[in-house]
């Protein structure tokens, strides 16, 4: 049973493994290997039950867990630190039958399909009282931290605290809102489009652009134009749209970045209880959801460790027009 | 001029470059190269007067610098977001003249002066009113954000504003005291020494262990048993203690991790006002200084990106006791 513990200084949670720990000498020469279909364990037929089928899309338990039901969430104190089972869910959505490694290569109704499994999966967990965050996100190719399989996947987390940076946004999105009466990703999104230099490409209902702060190069945020600050609640219907944007974005990394590794994360607000919001009363009008997709093209070095303040070596102006003239 | 940037959401500071920006194209397939004594910038004469020379070291303006005294500090609205011109100090510790890589291989007398040459730097700086902040830190191997050029060095910067990181440990150890009346990392300490399972090796002034919510495998603390909340204070006539405990374990990196990249930074506490504490009053109660230590092994992912909740794939007492057991 993985555990998960608290960092006394800043409020962090950290995942220990314990059964499938690695042992000190594998990271040493950590193994590299690609996988030919023929090898793909997402290739075969699963002796596993789909916890959801959507099409050609499936999400199954994790055979290598960092959450499970088998024991519940419990802290308990061991002089100043606390532990507990790492209670949850960790789940792999594979998002193609075909051994096809890129989503931007998967047609535009599966990778319709993927976002609506996300909304499908966080709407069950969302009925859990033990769940307080569920994080869809998919990490493509080495250097972003993905085994090198090459099947098309993604992962959902659902995690029974809620994680230090979800915090931190709620935290600075409620701060503007209190004061402002506004929420801040629905200015931003108007200051964006008035200004245009980090706007990538819009559709009806999403806008993908550089972040005036980006902290990676070719850093890209799809935030909805429509105010939700819940994913589920706020694709309902409008899954095409964020494919279209998704696959365009993920094409034009492909063609102008060479096939980069990237990750994407989808930044929806927590929940808890079942449904309501008791810790985050006012989250519903203060945070306003998106998504987080970044290559993965330089390393985090010493200085961004020790300060938190990132360096990050283009400016998003030249990244966005870059993305958006690629022809695909 | 680089500019600095905020980040609205979570007060995150981040460095643009302009002029120095490298082109999109230049991040499709990265230059890589090493670079042996006859074509190292290191093993020249420096054209350069160093800034400050302390025995073998020497410290010298970064010729890429990310901070600079060209343009003083000075934010600036442009509708929702704010910049201001990369004011503060980029400089980089030359830590020997011979063309050696690590600093585990330098004799235990030119580590001492490393540091010895930090905490010099950071009374300077200590000094300047527009700096808030310093931080000393090393790069070692391409992993962990290094150029290959295989020459030990160490960098310093100093910044006009206060980095989150450095206000989100701050902001924990205050709760801590507040509520105990005791120093977190002084009880840490003695919590640590009573169990023994994470400590990997002590002398008279310094504990190394690895930390109980470790967020990476083999991280380690490197903490000084005297409360301090400063490194230039808090070193001052322990330079060689510390040299000692650093050297042993970046040689044990070495031995047992084969030459593995890794990063170290120090959190000193911030600092105003030419020394005083003004926004921090009861800082030198509330903070104790310490050395992270984090060699480069795994790859931070989606779920770390999304959530700042970290996966870490061993335990640390697995870790503190392969690091125990290293012949060197």
Known sequence: ?????????????????????????????????????????????????????????????????????????????????????????????????????????????????????????????????????????????????????????????????NPIRVKDKITGAKRYFDFHERCLFCDLIQQERKDSSRVILENREFIAMTPFASRFPFEVWVIPKRHSCNFAQGIAGNENQLAQIMKELLLRFKVGLKDPAYNYVIQSAPFENGGGYKRYPTIEEDYHWHIELTPRLTRVAGFERGTGFYINPIPPEKTAEFLREIKI
Chains 1, 2 share one sequence.
């Open 1 to 161: 049973m993985p555990q998960i513990r608290k960092d006394l200084i800043v409020s962090r949670w950290v995942i220990v493994a314990t059964e499938r720990a690695r042992r000190p000498a594998a990271f040493v020469d950590p193994v590299k290997h690609s996988t030919d279909s023929a090898h793909c364990p997402f290739c075969k037929p699963s002796a596993e039950q789909p916890l959801l089928t959507n099409g050609q899309v499936k999400v199954f338990k994790s055979g290598t867990p960092f959450f499970s039901d088998a024991q519940p969430f419990n802290r308990q104190k061991h002089g100043l630190y606390e532990t507990s089972p790492s209670w949850g869910s960790h789940e792999v959505v594979v998002e193609s039958p075909d051994h096809i490694a890129n989503m931007a290569d998967l047609p535009l109704e599966d990778i319709q399909k993927v976002f609506e499994t996300y909304a499908k999966r966080m709407e069950i967990h969302h009925k859990d009282h033990t769940i307080r965050y569920v994080l869809a996100y998919k990490n493509y190719g080495v250097a972003a931290g993905s085994r090198p399989i090459g099947h098309a996947r993604s992962q959902i987390m659902a995690v029974p605290v």
